[in-house]
Nanobody, 127 residues
Framework: QAQLVESGGGLVQTGGSLRLSCATSGLSFSRYTMAWFRQGSGQEREFVAGVNWDSSTTLYTDSVKGRFIISRDNAKNTVSLQMNSLKHEDTAVYYC????????????????????WGQGTQVTVSS
């Protein structure tokens, strides 16, 4: 049974930084696309960033481009999200997710395409 466990969330002031990490077990991590999604209060879950199996492709939603960086360590089975210049509108629960389909260099944005999810970690940015 695959498990994804997020950590690193918390309360930060506008303009600050946080680094989220997702530790995985029970899946062939190095074969699959990994992504971060977020869900604000009363909002739908949205794609934030994704990285394909060998890090040759990264994809970001427009609102975080230039501020967030997704990375993965296939030796440690982890994926991280470095979040800089945080804004109040970044406040949400952040989830990591694994896409188990063999997509090579393609990163997809839609939640139904992801097979495993973590429980989420809260990020709150105070204005």
């Amino acid at each position: 049974q695959a498990q994804l466990v997020e950590s690193g969330g918390g309360l930060v002031q506008t303009g600050g930084s946080l680094r989220l990490s997702c530790a995985t077990s029970g899946l062939s991590f190095s074969r699959y696309t990994m992504a971060w999604f977020r869900q604000g209060s009363g909002q739908e879950r949205e794609f934030v960033a994704g990285v394909n199996w060998d890090s040759s492709t990264t994809l970001y939603t427009d609102s975080v481009k230039g501020r967030f960086i997704i990375s993965r360590d296939n030796a440690k089975n982890t994926v991280s999200l470095q979040m800089n210049s945080l804004k109040h509108e970044d406040t949400a629960v952040y989830y990591c997710a694994a896409d188990l389909r063999p997509r090579n260099r393609v990163v997809v944005r839609t939640p139904p395409d992801y097979d495993y999810w973590g429980q989420g970690t809260q990020v709150t940015v105070s204005s």
